[in-house]
């Protein structure tokens, strides 16, 4: 089972951003920028593109409002999304407000964020999410 199972499952805590049936949205513990959120399917698949053709679309569908959110929660450009898949073998999209296309380094440090820090940015992207 991924770490990813396991913070779906509830065994491992997490900052919810959003869930149905088939995805599961939640706070990167080790934000790139504040608000960094990962977008994961509850099947257990390692690479994105072996997904089943309904769970590419539907996972788009899904991040979208979660996206626009992330935009309206966070001083950026846009919400970038990207796909490295390296880290934790099961499929998953990153989401993450930007400003430039370095905000997109996934080789740059990342510090484990606080509590607190985390707590705020999920309450930010919960307002705007159902707007």
């Not at 977008?39 to 979208?64: G, R, S």
């Not at 099961?90 to 407000?97: D, G, M, N, Q």
């Not at 606080?114 to 919960?126: M, P, R, V």
């Amino acid at each position: 089972m991924t770490i990813f199972s396991r913070v779906i499952k509830g065994e491992i805590p997490s900052y919810r951003i959003a869930e149905n049936e088939r995805f599961f949205a939640f706070l990167d513990i080790f934000p790139l920028r504040e608000g960094h959120v990962l977008v994961v399917p509850k099947i257990e698949i390692d690479n994105l593109f072996d997904l089943p053709k309904d769970y590419l679309t539907e996972i788009l569908e899904f991040a979208q409002p979660i996206a626009k959110a992330i935009e309206r929660s966070f001083n950026c450009n846009r919400c970038g999304v990207s796909v490295i898949g390296l880290e934790v073998p099961h499929a998953h999209v990153h989401l993450i407000p930007i400003n430039s296309a370095n905000d997109l380094n996934f080789t740059q440090s990342k510090e484990k964020a606080s509590d607190e820090a985390l707590k705020k940015a999920q309450q930010k992207i919960l307002s705007n999410l159902s707007k």
